[in-house]
Every structure is written in C-alpha cells, then in structure tokens.
C-alpha cells in the first residue's frame, strides 16, 4: 500500500507539473502585439488558407489571419479578417493576393503597395477596413484556362499538320538531298586541294607584296612627315620665308624712299644746275659782246619809250 501511495503521489505530482509547463508555455507563446482589424472580400476559392496563417507586407511578417466566414448578404462571397501590426503603413493604393506556400498547399496573405497614395486607411474592430483582393497566379490561370486550353489546341492542331505524312516524306526527300550534297561538296573539296597546293606560294607572293606595299607607305610616311617639318621651319618665324618677307618689305621701303625723296631731290638739283647754266652762258655771251664790261662793267641800259634820253627806234637803230 505505502508503494502504491508514493507512486500515486508521484505521478499526481508529474501530472502537475506538465499542466503548470504547457500553462507557462501558453501565457510566454501568447502574441500581445495591438492588431489593427481589416477585412479582404473574395468572391473566389480560398482553399489553402485557414486562421492563423501569416499575413505579409512585401515579404515582411505583419499580422495573422483572425477569422474566415461567408458573407449572408452575398452568396459566393467569403468575408477574411486579417490582423495587422499597427505601425503597417496601410494606405489606401494597398492590395493584396492570395500566395500559395511551397507543396503543402497553403496559403498567406500578401499585402502589396503601389505607391499611388499616402494617405493612411483609418480602421476599428466595429468598422474595419476593406482592402482589396485580387487573384493570385493561380487565380489568373483559371481565369485565363479557356484561352489557354485554346491555344494549346492550336498549337498541337498545328504540330500534327507539320507532322503528317506527306511533311514527313518530304523532310526525308530534304535530308537525303542534304545528304548528297555533303557527298558533293566533300568530292569537290578532294578535287580543290591541289589547287589550294598550288595557290600556297602565290599567297607566300601576295604576303611579301604586302609586306613591301607596307615598307614603301611606310616610307612615304616618313617622307610625309619630312616635308611637313621642312614647311614648318620654312613657315617658322625665324625661317626663310620669314626672312624673304622681310627682305622684301625692306626693299620696297628702299623704292619707296628712292621714288618720293631722293628722285624729287636729284630732280630740284638738276633745275637748279640748269638755271645757273642758263646764267653762266647769259654771262659769257655778254663777255662775247662787250668784252671791256669786265673791267668797265655793264653798258647802261638804253631808255626804252617814254624814259628820258629815248630818241626813239631810229636813232637806236642808228646808234647800234
């Protein structure tokens, strides 16, 4: 009896001490972070989602599905409450999707944002805010199933006209033409080698020519290059050219000062040396006709008409 009672004891014990465990466990896992309410409204499947999944911001973890119930006032619709941190920026541009999470199935919440708008959605829990919902990928597949399926159709009509019999038959007469004309074209490259033979020193002949061709532009360029240097020191400052110019200005400096000084001076010199030739001969044709006016001096001149002493044309006459 006493074993049985200290086993009883110990087991109560134990009993006790895991519920006290899974109670600690319960109260520290317990979320106490201020959820913002706001509703989504699908009018398609929400199959993978369930309460408690996570609801994402761009990726980042923000809240948590809270419930999921069909709406009474519209058949088809399904109303889901989702929990948002508060400090979310949730405006009213914000959307979300529903995303399927790896092979399990499930699904979470993904809020986008696209930035359109600042201005933040005001919610309660009496009146929480609708956010819209749009179809995820797979939601867009569905949507698009019919034209897809169609254009599959399509495709496949297509592939099994490309492959029918007579296509076949002529990609087989096509490929055995292929095939005969690389038999060909192999005969024929057999039948260029000893014309490629030949053709080597004619190209060892065209190499050097190339070679010489590139000696001689090389040449040309240096001489090129010589001229140009020698038009530079012709041009220089100091250079012939230069110098020739100013010889040349030099000596038109030296006409001009022969043709507007010094030829109107020797010009003034030789009147001059006229006038007083003029006056050495006057004089020495008044020595020829009155010798003793060298030492008497000149005659008197005789009294033209009108001066006293003028005896007039015939006495003069007379006289001479």
Do not use: C
């Not at 065209?206 to 070679?211: F, K």
């Amino acid at each position: 009896m006493e074993n049985r009672s200290h086993a009883l004891l110990a087991g109560l014990f134990t009993l006790i001490l895991l519920i006290a465990a899974a109670a600690v466990a319960f109260w520290l896992g317990r979320d106490r972070t201020a959820l913002l309410p706001y509703e989504l409204l699908s009018s398609q499947s929400v199959s993978g989602l369930s309460p408690q999944a996570p609801v994402r911001y761009q990726g980042v973890p923000v809240g948590r599905v809270l419930t999921m119930s069909l709406d009474p006032n519209k058949p088809g619709q399904v109303r889901i409450r989702i929990g948002v941190n508060a400090d979310t920026p949730i405006t009213s541009s914000t959307w979300a999707e529903l995303q399927a999470r790896g092979v399990t199935g499930s699904s979470v919440v993904e809020l986008h944002e696209e930035g359109s708008s600042r201005e933040r959605l005001a919610t309660s829990a009496a009146s929480p805010a609708t956010i819209p919902l749009r179809g995820g990928f797979f939601s867009r597949i569905e949507d698009r199933g019919d034209a897809i399926l169609a254009n599959v159709e399509a495709v496949t009509g297509q592939l099994k006209t490309m492959l029918s019999s007579a296509n076949m038959q002529a990609l087989q007469s096509t490929l055995q033409n292929v095939a005969s004309v690389t038999e060909s074209l192999r005969g024929t490259a057999q039948s260029l080698q000893p014309a490629a033979q030949r053709a080597e020193p004619l190209l060892a002949a065209l190499t050097r020519a190339t070679e010489q061709a590139n000696a001689m532009a090389r040449d040309v360029g240096e001489l090129t290059r010589a001229a140009r240097q020698a038009l530079v020191r012709l041009n220089a400052n100091d250079g012939p050219m230069s110098m020739a110019t100013r010889s040349m200005d030099e000596l038109s400096w030296a006409a001009s000062r022969l043709a507007n000084d010094t030829l109107p001076r020797v010009s003034g010199m030789a009147e001059n040396i006229g006038t007083a030739a003029r006056g050495v001969t006057s004089t020495m044709q008044r020595l020829d006709n009155a010798p003793q006016s060298l030492i008497f001096g000149a005659p008197p001149a005789r009294p033209g008409p009108g001066e006293p002493g003028f005896a007039g044309f015939g006495a003069n006459t007379g006289a001479q």
